[in-house]
């Protein structure tokens, strides 16, 4: 179809990064569409936990809400407050957004559609996410404002003592699958009992602990002492204003995206169907493998994050916000030790062959 | 065994390191109990705070057993080049037990009268006798750099632990930026030795240098692991942080960094320069010359001016480094012996003398000035006599052990040739006995400033006795130690 | 000048340039900020030279741990900076002096040395060769730590542990004085703990 681009000298001179291009793009753009919709999902569901509507006017059933938002926050003025490190106020939003984008890199949709197959996908996954802090931090900073360097300061312990737990939990999921390379764990947990054989079984307390942290990480409640509206006002966005502060919305979104994506490809295997391998489904006879067959792995891989998007929201409308010292407290002396025992059990899980999951049988 | 094995990649299942673990036996067993120490203290209040104390000291009696059921004279290197177990680390090894039991014991009721008696100066210590193990069985620069930082870390953390004294946290800081930067110049020489060398096994390193002895990259790195060693044993010029560490520290750490750190260190210097270093001897030994030259110059005559004992105590030190180092110095096995035994003596006497210093103080009280000595005679004659040995053999009278070990190391400087160095070192040894032989004025010649009665517990003060008797009895038996220390030379 | 060659140049010119507004910026948290950015560049390098373990951890831990935490204590402390430069013209003559000194005996020594004379005695260090796709620097690195460092491995890692206890040890302070809540009890009261029912006859209006 393209022949006639494809064709030329230029372009085969510069294909690897025209290609690239393109694929970041064919990931970015969905996402940014993604997070959009995430956030009028969010106002759609605890609107209706919270039995109200929610937007309705914008669009059929106010479906059109996200792009009103959008263009109400381009139009808006960018105001620097007085006394602000102008370079760094700029930056911080770009860097939180930049890290949540970058991990995407890793994400394998499928068997082959990953950007990058990385052997060290886990490790860049978590180098890449721990940047994000920086965002909060310089832009608490560079806002010179006392709520914003409070937000920034709640948010580099908390993300800090979190990030612990999250990696612990990353070394349970590195030993049991034996790879670093996010397709490799995806096919590790491919069995003959479908979702029985994904590593939230095995790994039950470490996928806990991770999707909690998870939800510590991207500041996302009840975890959100960071921005604390009833106590600093917004914490360390308080000073931002329209694109500067969509920018950090979006990034926001985008980091609940990709933890979400992460928990699914780490514990509920990626883009494997949940009858992976059954043939006799609850011993009824019934063929579920091959029902199921023409379902592509992508759909299961997005209808897993959507079920964690959800969690997600659903926990914003139910739980009231954790006191800081208790969030400390949950982090350190509770998800540390529990991510170390249960790394010990790991190894000799793998030792012992456990099966379904390890052994000659997976 | 074979269980784990079946499971192990094949590269770990082909290593040695597994078969050879027996050899690091001691290592080990003060690692585990280390760890025991430090997770039993947390369930142990201030009230029954004394099981970390019988655990520790526990600990170090087993390793005593352990280690001289298992010595050996035999060299054997094991853990790909990094370890060696020999004579000369087995018995260093066994005297940093004796001198860190001798430690704990002396200042148990100096931390009970202080409210410093917690878990963390046992877990710590015991740490740092790790890192003096992990120093003397290494034979790689590697090793050596992470043996000395373990010890580093745990004295720097031991300096400030009493918190609220602002001469400890001052000391803790001097001691801490000095000894990075010690350290650094450690690494500093250590990298342009494997620039040159292309290994960090002393013993590939010292087959390198034989074939190029004036390669200007190894003399060059040699310079600055000089200057690194010459930091940690406290030689002039290098030598600034001694003093006020020493005064500024609790007792019961200053008699810690006083002591068993020095067998450590000694132990350091004879692999660098011995082990590793030997093609170069022609070179470090002019600078050693120098080195020991000035630490007893400035030692001796500093030590005069001094009013605080554990300052004076300090400088002393720095002329006793003086003297090791004249021993090595010599680069021959008689004065490597001479050296190691003065080692182990002055740990001996430094014990005794901190011990003195702990003995007299209370609650509230630190005992720390030379002033506190007088009249001890009219006070408690028994402990003033323990102090006078303790003097005197620190001034190299004979028959206490001092002079021995004094002795042997100018024998040894006079069997290669130096007769002038020798004459040097004894006449700045005579300028010393002076501050020495000032204490026993103090104590048998002057009236006491308080004449109240000495409380010092049971246990110390026997421990103190047999200080004392050990340094008399060694004096006039001194081959009981020389003769261990010939034979594993 | 290769692709590879010009990356290296430019990340190398970046750390250098970053490493010298660290000593020299006089705001701390933009000193912090530089160093930061330090690291980063010092890690791009490594990933050229496919050392992407090292590269990725540097990230993980300086910059997503350890610098966050001293970001921390930085904007905690009101740091005064002309406190901090009291007395630096009475002592840049001192400083000079040494580091002049210094140089001139590094440049003596060097000088005296041929410079083909000093390639010899200096091993020349092959650049590695390239690696095939599949080769993975964690296994590599993890082989190695494992066998042959193992001994220097499990000692860092008492260090690291020492350095714990260490810190611990001198900062932990339980003050009788703050108040403290047990989440324990907090969460398992029961009604009857905290409610009692009154009953009381209604009152009649007068």
Same mark, same amino acid.
């Given at each position: 179809m393209f022949d006639f681009i494809t064709e030329t000298a230029l372009f085969k001179e510069y294909e690897v990064y025209i290609m690239t291009t393109i694929y970041v793009l064919v990931i970015m753009i969905p996402l940014f569409v993604a997070v959009a919709y995430t956030t009028w999902l969010e106002r759609k569901v605890i609107g209706a936990m919270q039995v109200r509507i929610g937007p309705r006017n914008v669009g059929f059933r106010g479906l059109l809400q996200p792009w009103a938002d959008m263009f109400k926050l381009i139009f808006k003025e960018i105001i620097l407050p007085s006394g602000a490190n102008k370079v760094l106020f700029v930056i911080a939003p770009v860097i939180t957004l930049a890290s949540a984008v970058a991990a995407w890199a890793v994400i394998p949709f499928d068997a082959e559609k990953v950007l990058s197959k990385v052997n060290a996908g886990l490790l860049y996954v978590l180098a890449v996410t721990s940047v994000g802090v920086y965002g909060v931090i310089i832009a608490g900073w560079a806002s010179n404002s006392k709520y914003a360097l409070l937000g920034a300061m709640r948010s580099a312990a908390q993300i800090v003592a979190y990030e612990i737990a999250m990696g612990f939990a990353l070394v349970g999921v590195l030993m049991a699958a034996g790879s670093m390379n996010l397709g490799e764990i995806v096919l590790a947990q491919k069995g003959t009992n479908g979702l029985l054989d994904w590593y939230w079984l095995p790994l039950l307390p470490l996928f806990l602990v991770y999707f909690i942290s998870g939800v510590a990480e991207t500041n996302r409640a009840p975890f959100d002492v960071a921005e604390g509206e009833s106590e600093i006002v917004a914490g360390f966005h308080v000073e931002y204003s329209g694109m500067t502060f969509a920018v950090f919305f979006l990034a926001e979104y985008a980091n609940m995206i990709l933890i979400s994506a992460l928990a699914s490809i780490m514990f +509920? %295997? %990626?883009? +494997?169907?949940?009858?992976? %391998?059954?043939?006799n489904f609850l011993w009824l006879g019934i063929d579920m493998h091959a029902l199921t067959a023409w379902v592509p792995g992508m759909a299961w891989f997005f209808a897993k994050i959507f079920i964690f998007i959800f969690l997600y929201l659903w926990f914003r409308a139910t739980f009231p916000r954790y006191r800081y010292d208790q969030i400390m407290r949950l982090g350190w002396k509770v998800f540390i030790p529990i991510t170390i025992v249960w790394i010990l059990v790991v190894g000799f899980m793998v030792l012992g062959e456990v099966s379904p999951w390890w052994g000659a049988t997976a | 065994m074979e269980f784990i094995a079946a499971y192990l990649p094949s590269a770990m299942m082909n290593d040695q390191t597994i078969s050879q673990l027996p050899l690091a036996l001691p290592e080990i067993v003060m690692l585990c109990m280390a760890s025991i120490v430090l997770i039993v203290d947390l369930f142990l209040n201030d009230k029954t705070r004394g099981g970390t104390y019988i655990l520790s000291q526990f600990t170090l009696l087993a390793l005593v057993v352990i280690t001289v059921m298992s010595f050996t004279q035999q060299k054997s290197i094991a853990f790909h080049g990094t370890f060696v177990r020999d004579g000369m680390g087995d018995l260093l090894k066994i005297f940093v037990y004796i001198v860190t039991f001798t430690v704990f014991l002396y200042s148990k009721s100096y931390l009970k009268a202080r409210d410093m008696f917690k878990g963390e100066y046992y877990v710590l210590g015991l740490f740092a006798v790790l890192g003096m193990m992990v120093m003397i069985s290494a034979q790689s620069f590697l090793t050596i750099y992470l043996g000395l930082e373990l010890l580093s870390l745990c004295m720097y953390a031991l300096v400030a +632990?009493?918190?609220?004294s602002i001469i400890a946290s001052e000391s803790a800081m001097k001691y801490f930026v000095l000894g990075a930067i010690a350290s650094g110049m450690l690494l500093y020489g250590m990298s342009m030795i494997y620039g040159a060398t292309g290994s960090l096994e002393l013993a590939t390193i010292n087959a390198e240098v034989m074939k190029n002895t004036d390669n200007i990259v190894l003399i060059f790195g040699l310079v600055f692991v000089l200057v690194g060693v010459a930091f940690k044993l406290g030689a002039v010029p290098f030598h600034m942080w001694l003093p006020d560490v020493y005064q500024g520290s609790p007792t019961a750490v200053a008699i810690f960094i006083g002591s068993a750190p020095k067998i450590a260190a000694f132990a350091m210097t004879m692999r660098l320069l011995v082990d590793g270093l030997h093609g170069l001897h022609v070179q470090w030994q002019d600078m050693l010359i120098i080195m020991a030259v000035a630490s007893l110059a400035i030692g001796n005559i500093v030590a005069i001016?001094?009013?605080?004992i554990k300052r004076m105590l300090a400088y002393s030190t720095i002329s006793h480094v003086g003297f090791i180092m004249l021993g090595i110095m010599t680069a021959e096995k008689g004065g490597y012996t001479a050296s190691m035994f003065y080692t182990i003596v002055y740990t001996l006497m430094a014990l005794g003398a901190f011990g003195m210093i702990m003995y007299m103080s209370r609650m509230g009280f630190e005992s720390d000035k030379l002033d506190d000595f007088r009249g001890l005679n009219q006070r408690s004659p028994w402990f003033a006599f323990i102090m006078l040995i303790f003097m005197f053999s620190m001034a190299g009278v004979p028959p206490f052990v001092g002079f021995w070990a004094k002795l042997s190391i100018l024998k040894a400087v006079v069997a290669v040739d130096m007769t002038w160095l020798a004459v040097t070192a004894v006449v700045f040894s005579i300028i010393g006995a002076f501050y020495y032989l000032r204490i026993i004025k103090l104590m048998y010649f002057d009236t006491p400033q308080e004449t109240s009665a000495i409380e010092g517990a049971s246990d110390l003060r026997v421990m103190l006795s047999l200080n004392g008797i050990a340094i008399l009895g060694l004096g006039l038996y001194p081959e009981l130690i020389m003769g261990l220390v010939i034979s594993v030379m | 000048m290769t692709g590879v060659q010009f990356l290296f140049y430019a990340f190398a010119a970046m750390m250098v340039f970053c490493a010298l507004m660290v000593i020299t910026v006089r705001n701390p948290v933009r000193s912090a900020l530089f160093l930061v950015l330090t690291f980063v560049s010092c890690s791009a390098i490594w990933l050229l030279m496919e050392a992407e373990f090292l590269a990725i951890t540097l990230v993980l831990v300086y910059v997503g741990a350890v610098m966050v935490l001293f970001l921390f204590v930085v904007m905690m402390l009101d740091i005064n900076i002309n406190r901090l430069k009291e007395g630096f013209v009475k002592y840049l003559p001192v400083g000079i002096g040494v580091a002049g000194l210094f140089g001139g005996m590094l440049t003596w020594l060097l000088y005296n040395v041929e410079a083909a004379d000093l390639k010899t005695k200096m091993r020349t260090m092959y650049p590695p060769s390239a690696k095939p796709a599949d080769y993975s620097n964690t296994e590599e690195l993890g082989e190695v730590l494992y066998t042959v460092y193992v001994y220097p491995f499990e000692i860092a890692a008492v260090i690291l542990l020492v350095a714990i206890v260490a810190a611990i040890a001198l900062t932990f302070r339980r003050r009788t004085t703050t108040k403290y809540q047990n989440p324990d009890q907090q969460v398992s009261v029961k009604r009857d703990d905290r409610l009692r029912v009154v009953k009381m006859d209604s009152e009649e209006k007068k």
């Open positions: +509920l %295997g %990626g883009w +494997l169907s949940p009858f992976e %391998g059954v043939h | +632990l009493q918190r609220d001016a001094q009013t605080n | -």
